[in-house]
């Protein structure tokens, strides 16, 4: 079984900067597609980006481009969301996800989750 832990959020103001850790217990961490979704209160839970095991191209949500960098080490067995510039609106907790195959906006096709990590940003 695969287990997803984040690390890294915490409380900061508009303009600062946060790293997201999320270590996979999974075997072949290389196998995984890593994601981070966030989920503001009220609102449905929302991709903000993905990179496939070999560290091919990233994806991210256009609210986030320019933003935030997703980034993997395979040795490591770490995925990684670097924010900077954050936003009031980038409030959330925030998902790290994993699932085998390539990658994908969906939450549904991601079959491991982790638990959770909240980043609030105040104005």
């Known amino acids: 079984q695969v287990q997803l832990v984040e690390s890294g959020g915490g409380s900061v103001q508009a303009g600062d900067s946060l790293r997201l850790s999320c270590a996979n217990s999974?075997?072949?961490?290389?196998?995984?597609?890593m994601a981070w979704f966030r989920q503001a209160p009220g609102k449905e839970r929302e991709f903000v980006a993905t990179i496939d095991g070999i560290g091919g191209t990233p994806r991210y949500a256009d609210s986030v481009k320019g933003r935030f960098t997703i980034s993997r080490d395979n040795l490591k067995k770490t995925a990684y969301l670097q924010m900077n510039s954050l936003k009031p609106e980038d409030t959330a907790v925030y998902f790290c996800?994993?699932?085998?195959?390539?990658?994908?906006?969906?939450?549904?096709?991601?079959?491991?989750w982790g638990q959770g990590t909240q980043v609030t940003v105040s104005s």
């Open positions: 996800a994993a699932r085998v195959g390539g990658s994908a906006l969906g939450a549904v096709v991601y079959n491991y």
């Open positions: 999974g075997r072949t961490f290389a196998a995984y597609t």
